[in-house]
C-alpha cells in the first residue's frame, strides 16, 4: 500500500475511515453491499468505562444490538461475512450467554447463514471464586447467501502428526495429511491481550490481530473493505491493513481512535509489532522460575522488570502523557 489515505467520515475512496461518534451515524453514511467482511466485538453492556457507566436492561441492549446487527447487513455484499464476538453477560443472579440472547437478530435476516460458531479459548483472566473462571468468547460467523469465498489455505495450522502415513489402501506408505497444514477448528487457541502481550494497548479488551487475520485472510481479497461497527484502538483495521484490504470503524472515544491511528499507520509502513498468526501458546519450561515454587528464604534473584509493549507505548504517545519506560 502506497501513502495510506484515512478518512473521519465515509469516504469511498479512503484506505481507512476512522468516525469518531456513534456507530449508526457511521453505517448509516455508507453504501449498501460495499463490504466484503463485518468483524466485531461490541460493547457487553458490563459497566466499562467506555459504556459510560450505565447497564441498559436487557431488553434495550438487545435493541440497540439488533439496529446495528440489521445496519452491517444491509452493508454486506452478497458472500461476505458478519462474525460477531460475544461472551457472557455477568451478572448478580448468574450469567447470560450474549450470543445466544442475539441469535435471533441475526436470523431474522434470511439470507445470513451460521457457518460456525468458534469458540476463542485462552488461559488468563479473573479467577472466580464460586463460579468456574471464564476462559472463552463465542464468535458467531455468518455468510450473506451461500456463494461465499473460504481461502483455507491461507488460514492452514500445522498438523499434529505431519509424518503420519496411510498404512492400507491406494496410498499406502503416503502421507496422509494436507501438506500445508490442517484446517484450525472452531476451538481457536490465542493469549488474550493482557499484560505482557506485545499489543496491548490502555484498552481493557483488545482483540488480539491474529484472531482478526484468520478471518481476514480466508473470507475477503485484497482490497476489499473490512467494517468493525465497535473499532475500539483498531486491531481489526491493522488486521486488514496488514494484508492489503480496506478498513472502516467508528468508536465514541476519540482516545481509542487516536491509538488506532498510530497503530494502523505503523501497520502500513510494515513496522506495527503482532503476535505472528500461528506462534504456539507457551508453555513456562520446568526449569524456568515460573513453573516452580522456591523456598522463599532460598529466594536469589529480583523480580525482573520488563519495558512496555510497543502498544502501550503507543497508547501513552497518543495521549500526549509523560513517556514511562518501566512498569
Ligand atoms: C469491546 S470494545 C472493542 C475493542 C476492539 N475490538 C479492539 O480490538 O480495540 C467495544 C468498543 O465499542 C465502543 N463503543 C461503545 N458503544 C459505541 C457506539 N454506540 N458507537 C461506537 N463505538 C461504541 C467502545 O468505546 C469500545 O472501544
Given at each position: 500500500?502506497?501513502?495510506?489515505?484515512?478518512?473521519?467520515?465515509?469516504?469511498?475512496?479512503?484506505?481507512?475511515?476512522?468516525?469518531?461518534?456513534?456507530?449508526?451515524?457511521?453505517?448509516?453514511?455508507?453504501?449498501?453491499?460495499?463490504?466484503?467482511?463485518?468483524?466485531?466485538?461490541?460493547?457487553?453492556?458490563?459497566?466499562?468505562?467506555?459504556?459510560?457507566?450505565?447497564?441498559?436492561?436487557?431488553?434495550?441492549?438487545?435493541?440497540?444490538?439488533?439496529?446495528?446487527?440489521?445496519?452491517?447487513?444491509?452493508?454486506?455484499?452478497?458472500?461476505?461475512?458478519?462474525?460477531?464476538?460475544?461472551?457472557?453477560?455477568?451478572?448478580?443472579?448468574?450469567?447470560?450467554?450474549?450470543?445466544?440472547?442475539?441469535?435471533?437478530?441475526?436470523?431474522?435476516?434470511?439470507?445470513?447463514?451460521?457457518?460456525?460458531?468458534?469458540?476463542?479459548?485462552?488461559?488468563?483472566?479473573?479467577?472466580?471464586?464460586?463460579?468456574?473462571?471464564?476462559?472463552?468468547?463465542?464468535?458467531?460467523?455468518?455468510?450473506?447467501?451461500?456463494?461465499?469465498?473460504?481461502?483455507?489455505?491461507?488460514?492452514?495450522?500445522?498438523?499434529?502428526?505431519?509424518?503420519?502415513?496411510?498404512?492400507?489402501?491406494?496410498?499406502?506408505?503416503?502421507?496422509?495429511?494436507?501438506?500445508?497444514?490442517?484446517?484450525?477448528?472452531?476451538?481457536?487457541?490465542?493469549?488474550?491481550?493482557?499484560?505482557?502481550?506485545?499489543?496491548?494497548?490502555?484498552?481493557?479488551?483488545?482483540?488480539?490481530?491474529?484472531?482478526?487475520?484468520?478471518?481476514?485472510?480466508?473470507?475477503?481479497?485484497?482490497?476489499?473493505?473490512?467494517?468493525?461497527?465497535?473499532?475500539?484502538?483498531?486491531?481489526?483495521?491493522?488486521?486488514?491493513?496488514?494484508?492489503?484490504?480496506?478498513?472502516?470503524?467508528?468508536?465514541?472515544?476519540?482516545?481509542?481512535?487516536?491509538?488506532?491511528?498510530?497503530?494502523?499507520?505503523?501497520?502500513?509502513?510494515?513496522?506495527?509489532?503482532?503476535?505472528?498468526?500461528?506462534?504456539?501458546?507457551?508453555?513456562?519450561?520446568?526449569?524456568s522460575a515460573l513453573a516452580r515454587r522456591d523456598?522463599?528464604?532460598?529466594?536469589?534473584?529480583a523480580p525482573r522488570r520488563r519495558a512496555p509493549?510497543?502498544?502501550?507505548?503507543?497508547?501513552?504517545?497518543?495521549?500526549?502523557?509523560?513517556?514511562?519506560?518501566?512498569?
Amino acid at each position: 500500500m502506497g501513502a495510506l489515505r484515512v478518512a473521519g467520515t465515509w469516504d469511498p475512496a479512503a484506505d481507512v475511515v476512522l468516525h469518531h461518534g456513534d456507530t449508526l451515524d457511521l453505517l448509516r453514511a455508507m453504501p449498501s453491499a460495499c463490504a466484503q467482511l463485518v468483524v466485531t466485538s461490541p460493547p457487553y453492556n458490563i459497566a466499562k468505562p467506555y459504556e459510560r457507566g450505565a447497564r441498559l436492561t436487557l431488553e434495550r441492549y438487545v435493541a440497540a444490538q439488533d439496529a446495528v446487527i440489521a445496519a452491517c447487513v444491509r452493508l454486506l455484499r452478497p458472500g461476505g461475512s458478519l462474525c460477531w464476538q460475544v461472551g457472557n453477560h455477568v451478572c448478580e443472579d448468574g450469567i447470560v450467554p450474549i450470543d445466544v440472547l442475539l441469535y435471533p437478530c441475526f436470523t431474522r435476516h434470511p439470507e445470513l447463514r451460521l457457518r460456525n460458531r468458534v469458540v476463542w479459548h485462552f488461559e488468563h483472566g479473573l479467577h472466580c471464586r464460586r463460579r468456574f473462571s471464564g476462559r472463552y468468547e463465542v464468535i458467531l460467523w455468518f455468510t450473506k447467501g451461500d456463494g461465499y469465498p473460504f481461502d483455507l489455505d491461507s488460514i492452514r495450522v500445522p498438523q499434529k502428526y505431519p509424518g503420519k502415513r496411510a498404512w492400507k489402501g491406494r496410498r499406502v506408505g503416503e502421507y496422509t495429511g494436507h501438506p500445508l497444514g490442517k484446517n484450525p477448528g472452531d476451538v481457536w487457541i490465542f493469549p488474550n491481550v493482557k499484560a505482557n502481550h506485545v499489543e496491548k494497548t490502555t484498552h481493557p479488551c483488545q482483540f488480539p490481530i491474529e484472531l482478526v487475520e484468520r478471518f481476514v485472510l480466508s473470507v475477503t481479497r485484497p482490497g476489499d473493505l473490512v467494517v468493525d461497527p465497535y473499532l475500539g484502538v483498531g486491531s481489526t483495521a491493522c488486521a486488514a491493513v496488514l494484508h492489503g484490504r480496506r478498513a472502516a470503524g467508528a468508536d465514541v472515544v476519540a482516545e481509542y481512535l487516536a491509538i488506532a491511528r498510530r497503530r494502523i499507520v505503523l501497520a502500513a509502513r510494515g513496522e506495527l509489532r503482532t503476535r505472528p498468526m500461528g506462534r504456539a501458546v507457551p508453555t513456562p519450561r520446568p526449569t524456568s522460575a515460573l513453573a516452580r515454587r522456591d523456598d522463599p528464604e532460598r529466594r536469589t534473584h529480583a523480580p525482573r522488570r520488563r519495558a512496555p509493549t510497543q502498544g502501550l507505548r503507543i497508547a501513552v504517545d497518543a495521549d500526549g502523557g509523560a513517556r514511562d519506560d518501566r512498569r
